[in-house]
């Protein structure tokens, strides 16, 4: 790949102190499974994706839901989305590193719920501050978008 050192998220990755991710893969006929992992330690959240820890690798575009719990907030996020890759994390307490890109927003079944994304832009809002959002999308200081 040429362009391994370029940044292409659209979307401002930013912390959570204390947020986790439990996942299971996704059923289409099934009803709602057992987590194949609970409370994995979240690394970064944008409004497209997630970055976070897990003990077992996650397969290359493998479709998942993830319920993603936040310190403060009484309802967790509830996500689809798919699998963009996963890594081993050396020397660590947690073996890999696993990215997923959420499925577009909006009312089909396998879209994730628009009200969702006004929580992670309340979120974004809350945890990157104001200073953060000056340099969001194209902005000096910031990332292209």
Do not use: H
Not at 35 to 48: A, I, K, N, Q, T
Not at 51 to 69: A, D, E, G, Y
Not at 131 to 142: F, K, M, R, S
């Amino acid at each position: 790949m040429v362009d391994k050192g370029i940044e292409r998220r659209l979307c401002q990755r930013f912390k959570i102190p204390g947020a986790t991710v439990s996942y299971r893969r996704e059923k289409i006929l099934a009803a709602a499974g057992r987590f194949l992992e609970e409370f994995c330690p979240v690394l970064d959240l944008s409004r497209g994706g997630v970055r976070f820890l897990t003990q077992k690798p996650l397969k290359f575009k493998s479709k998942i839901v993830l319920q993603i719990s936040v310190p403060g907030e009484r309802i967790p996020l509830n996500l689809r989305g798919r699998v963009r890759w996963s890594t081993f994390n050396a020397g660590k307490s947690y073996k890999y590193q696993a990215g997923v890109q959420f499925n577009a927003y909006g009312e089909e079944k396998v879209q994730n719920f628009p009200g969702t994304l006004v929580k992670i832009i309340a979120l974004e809002q809350k945890f990157l501050g104001p200073e953060g959002a000056e340099g969001a999308a194209g902005t000096p200081g910031g990332p292209a978008a």
